[in-house]
């Protein structure tokens, strides 16, 4: 990921916003200049729900450079419908199961060696457990 | 000190990574000879996608969360205090600021002074809404801890920490009744630029340093409110080990039961920045409307910030999300030193 490209999207790496079409209602995540269903060109910020459900995933043999292992990757449905592609943190991979619920947390996602810059962005962990209040 | 308008706590949020180091796995890779038993017996280790930056966004997305009303926009101030923030150069704030929907038109910048780093953001934070410049104020207090592989502080340099966000006492969970500062110039800690690990001053450690500032600034706060320790109903101390917050808090004539809620080294060893803050957000996770919280904190160089909480019955209504114990709860340990010191970026593959 370069630089112009992480500041550019930061806004959908932070708060997982895209951009809803005003004309049909389509929402595109990551945001794009234009409508893939209409081809218009008013577009509002649309934020996704944090929330969703593993819709399938997969464990990356060998992690792509600047990323830590292991390198879990998912389909999550989120809550309001769409299917984004995400790392998985805070879970061992053999206890990941299609259907678990999970929610975003904003992790390193690249670092581009000792010295440059980090990237910063969306993953999906199980909620942390609640226990009873005392 | 007091402000012009009254301030409190509006929302808060606390966090613990998940993985623990059990105090054990790091004397067997050492085998010190003749030591102590360890203060702790684990301790909290950041995730191999956390830092400062991370931990804190959560931490802030919770406070936030706890206060749906409030627009974060309204947000006039965010401060993240720490001593160990990812870039030299380069705000954490303006992160944090952003991914909780912030910025543009907000005040952020980093705050260092040792551990005192978040109490020192949350005055900060006290005059920016009491004087009335803004209508929030977020503070934060977070630390993934360093510490050189071997040395003593290796067995207690733990990470986490919390965010308090303050607004006008009318919209507050818990409102300040007051606050003090104290600090000389002692060599106790330190860490010099460049330097991976910091460095003891041994014979400043204790006594001139923890205790003589703790107990000073307590006992100038507790003057200045006219009130004793048993006034109060929960106790909240810097952490660097359990046994200096029994000591300092019975020198001060706080009970067991006192500190009891907001002493969460024992489970997690020290968070530096994060740790007086997160005890505080473990005392909030417990208090009753009408409860009284004292907190005092510590930051080698060396100073400490007290300030005196009243409970509201806004409380009750504020604890959406995680809480500390939650946290604490949920842990994955580490029991290999290899692993331990891969997750703490101390070997790694660039
Ligand atoms: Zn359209």
Known sequence: ?134 | MKTARAVGIGGYGAYVPRYRVPTATISAAWRPHGATKPAVAEKSVPGADEDVVTMAIEAGRTALGRIPELDPRTIGAVWVGSESKPYAVKPSATVVAEALGITPATVAADFEFACKAGSEAMQTAVAFVGSGMTEAALAIGMDTAQSRPGDALEYTAGCGGAAHLFVPADQALAVVEGSVSYVTDTPDFFRREGAAYPEHGSRFTGEPSYFEHTLAASRRLLAELGAQAGDFDHAVFHQPVPKFVVRASEELGFTAEQIRHGLVAPRMGNAYSGSSLLGLAAVLDQARPGERIFFCSYGSGAGSDAFAFHVTERIDERRQGARVADYLDRRREITDYGHYLRLRSKIRRD
């Open chain 1, 1 to 134: 990921m370069d630089l112009p490209r992480y500041h550019r999207l930061r806004g959908a790496y932070y708060r997982l916003e895209g951009r809803r079409c005003t004309g049909c209602g389509a929402v595109a995540f990551p945001p794009r200049p234009a409508c893939r269903g209409c081809g218009g060109r008013e577009l509002e910020v649309h934020a996704l729900a944090p929330r969703g459900r593993v819709h399938s995933f997969t464990e990356m043999a060998t992690a792509p450079r600047g990323f830590d292992p292991p390198h879990l990757m998912a389909l999550v449905e989120l809550e309001d419908g769409p299917i984004i592609a995400a790392q998985l943190t805070d879970i061992d991979p053999e206890d990941i199961a299609i259907g678990m619920e999970v929610e975003m947390v904003t992790r390193r996602i690249q670092e581009k060696g000792p010295h440059g810059y980090l990237v910063y962005g969306y993953k999906f962990r199980p909620p942390v457990p609640r226990g009873e209040a005392s």
